[in-house]
Structures are given as structure tokens and as C-alpha cells.
């Protein structure tokens, strides 16, 4: 055999091994963008939606806030109007107090003033009160019990209306 003999094959060999080599390697190449491009659209997709949900939860929140924030707003406006009104009722009655257009009375006990000397348990023969005995206040004790009832009911108002508020927070 000659020298040429064999250099060509082997010249042959080493060139279809190298394009095959190349053409392999571009193959591959192509293959592997294809599977990383696919792979970014499936996280792209994935980012997407991830988005999407976390605007439609922020919607949601933001919907709960604003239906919590009206439910209170009308908490306020009752416990508002509710202290207004009590507010107004211990005034007319002050004033009705100290014209003397209503005088306020506490009942005796009947037991404890018939051996005290204390106000007779029977009434007089002008009064037309019939049943308990009853003894009227002075108008500054009057006003003063109006008043600690009004801050009692200023109270009251003030502790339903923290109620109404922690119930609305609850929901």
C-alpha cells in the first residue's frame, strides 16, 4: 500500500469526523436554546400569573379595608349621634332641674325612718302622694346626681361604641 492510499482515507476519516463533530455541536446547540426558550416561557408564564394573583389579593384587601373603613365611619356617626342625643336629654333635664319644672325625689325606707325621727312614713293631709314615702332633693344635689348619670351615660355610650369597633375589626 501506498502512502496516498492511506492518507486519503485517514484525510477522509479526520474531515467527516470534524464536519460530523461540528454538525453534531450546532444540532445541540439549537436544541439546547430551544429547551432553555421554552423553559423562559414557562417561567415567564409562571411570573405572570404570580403577578396576576398577587393584584387580585391586593384588589381583595383593598375592597376589605374600604368595606371596614365605611362600617366604621358608621360606627362613628351612631356613637356620634347616640352621645349627641344623650348629651341633649341631660340638658333639657338640667334646665328643666333648675327651673324647678321637675323636681327629682328618692323613696324612703319605711323601716329605717319610723324609729329615726326622720321624715313621717304617712303623708301630710295636703300631699296626693299614696303608696312610699318619697323625699325631694335639693336642686344642686338633683343637678349633681344629673350629672354623674350623665357622665355614666357618656360611658356606656363611649364602651358600646369600642365594642362596635373591635366587632368590626373581628369580621
Same mark, same amino acid.
Given at each position: 500500500?501506498?502512502?496516498?492510499? #492511506?492518507?486519503?482515507?485517514? /484525510? &477522509? ?7 460530523? *463533530?461540528?454538525?453534531? #455541536? =450546532? #444540532? !445541540? ?25 398577587? $393584584?387580585? #389579593? ?8 374600604? &368595606?371596614?373603613?365605611?362600617?366604621? !365611619?358608621?360606627?362613628? =356617626?351612631?356613637?356620634? !349621634? ?28 319605711? @323601716?329605717?325612718? +319610723?324609729?329615726?325621727?326622720? /321624715?313621717? &312614713? ?6 296626693? /302622694?299614696?303608696?312610699? @314615702? ?10 349633681? $346626681?344629673?350629672? $354623674? ?5 357618656? *360611658?356606656?355610650? +363611649?364602651? =358600646?361604641?369600642?365594642? +362596635?369597633? /373591635?366587632? *368590626?375589626?373581628?369580621?
Amino acid at each position: 500500500m501506498s502512502l496516498l492510499d #492511506w492518507r486519503l482515507p485517514a /484525510v &477522509a476519516l479526520l474531515l467527516g469526523l470534524g464536519l460530523g *463533530g461540528g454538525a453534531a #455541536w =450546532k #444540532w !445541540q446547540a439549537n436544541d439546547y436554546r430551544r429547551q432553555l426558550a421554552v423553559q423562559a416561557g414557562l417561567f415567564q408564564d409562571e411570573r405572570l400569573a404570580a403577578g396576576l394573583a398577587v $393584584i387580585d #389579593w391586593n384588589n381583595a384587601e383593598q375592597a376589605r379595608r374600604i &368595606a371596614l373603613e365605611a362600617r366604621l !365611619q358608621a360606627a362613628d =356617626k351612631t356613637h356620634h !349621634q347616640e352621645l349627641t342625643d344623650a348629651q341633649q336629654a341631660q340638658a333639657r333635664l338640667r334646665d328643666r332641674l333648675a327651673t324647678s319644672d321637675l323636681r327629682l325625689s328618692v323613696l324612703l325606707d319605711a @323601716s329605717a325612718s +319610723a324609729g329615726c325621727g326622720g /321624715v313621717s &312614713a304617712t303623708t301630710g293631709a295636703g300631699g296626693v /302622694v299614696h303608696g312610699a @314615702s318619697r323625699a325631694r332633693l335639693d336642686r344642686a344635689h338633683a343637678q349633681r $346626681i344629673i350629672g $354623674i348619670t350623665g357622665d355614666g351615660d357618656r *360611658g356606656l355610650i +363611649a364602651l =358600646k361604641a369600642c365594642q +362596635a369597633y /373591635v366587632r *368590626g375589626i373581628a369580621q
